[in-house]
């Protein structure tokens, strides 16, 4: 049966902290691979222009798969779109922790772009709606939460790192960002947001 406008009640309580540990987790992420940056450059033997433009392969997937993430999301629900992101930016970890190839570094980093930039895209979807719902400013604070998730990954990947090897300590982490989705994953919009909001829809679609 079609999914309507009027079954999908509007977002409140439960999507506002699901939004706040979407982006903390978003936070935890890209700050816990930070990281390990030197220990990537020392691992695979490179010099500073070749880490340069592995580097740039984070910007180029996250600059490709942004575009089309709004679209995406404007049709399957931002639920769907985040939780298939974020399944690929915890597989990424891991591997940008271990693999021991350039060429397959340079293609973990540019699938982890393209899942950071779809993460947060569609995360921030969904913040326009919690936030017009509670009929308050609340964007600031998701953002917030970002920097919190930032903190916190950077500081324990540090840690870890302290007794653990890289790999492992980051390990560490995903499980760590795992529960914390795990948690709260149904707070995430589900419906196509054109139920939710055609006028956003139709902006999207433009």
Same mark, same amino acid.
């Given at each position: 049966?079609?999914?309507?406008?009027?079954?999908?009640?509007?977002?409140?309580? $439960?999507?506002?902290? &699901? &939004?706040?540990?979407?982006?903390?987790?978003?936070?935890?992420?890209?700050?816990?691979?930070?990281?390990?940056?030197?220990?990537?450059?020392?691992?695979?033997?490179?010099?500073?222009?070749?880490?340069?433009?592995?580097?740039?392969?984070?910007?180029?997937?996250?600059?490709?798969?942004?575009?089309? &993430?709004?679209?995406?999301?404007?049709?399957?629900?931002?639920?769907?779109?985040?939780?298939?992101?974020?399944?690929?930016?915890?597989?990424?970890?891991?591997?940008?922790?271990?693999?021991?190839?350039?060429?397959?570094?340079?293609?973990?980093?540019?699938?982890?772009?393209?899942? *950071?930039?779809?993460?947060?895209?569609?995360? &921030?979807?969904?913040?326009?709606?919690?936030?017009? $719902?509670?009929?308050?400013?609340?964007?600031?604070?998701?953002?917030?939460? %970002?920097?919190?998730?930032? *903190?916190?990954?950077?500081?324990?990947?540090?840690?870890?790192?302290?007794?653990?090897?890289?790999?492992?300590?980051?390990?560490?982490?995903?499980?760590?960002?795992?529960?914390?989705? $795990?948690?709260?994953?149904?707070?995430?919009?589900?419906?196509?947001?054109? %139920?939710?909001?055609? $006028?956003?829809?139709?902006?999207?679609?433009?």
């Amino acid at each position: 049966m079609p999914v309507s406008r009027s079954d999908c009640p509007p977002p409140g309580r $439960a999507e506002q902290i &699901t &939004t706040r540990i979407a982006y903390l987790v978003l936070g935890v992420g890209v700050s816990s691979w930070a990281a390990l940056v030197p220990y990537a450059k020392a691992r695979l033997g490179l010099d500073e222009a070749v880490l340069g433009m592995l580097l740039l392969c984070v910007g180029v997937g996250s600059l490709l798969s942004m575009p089309f &993430t709004g679209l995406i999301s404007g049709r399957f629900g931002c639920r769907k779109v985040i939780l298939v992101s974020g399944f690929i930016f915890l597989a990424m970890l891991p591997l940008l922790a271990s693999v021991e190839s350039v060429w397959l570094m340079a293609l973990c980093l540019f699938l982890f772009g393209a899942s *950071i930039g779809m993460m947060d895209v569609s995360l &921030t979807i969904q913040a326009v709606f919690v936030e017009q $719902a509670a009929g308050r400013a609340m964007m600031s604070g998701f953002h917030c939460l %970002y920097s919190v998730g930032g *903190i916190c990954g950077a500081g324990g990947m540090a840690l870890l790192l302290g007794f653990l090897a890289p790999h492992l300590a980051m390990l560490v982490i995903c499980l760590f960002m795992i529960a914390l989705l $795990a948690a709260v994953w149904m707070g995430l919009l589900d419906a196509p947001l054109y %139920y939710l909001n055609n $006028a956003v829809w139709d902006l999207l679609s433009a």
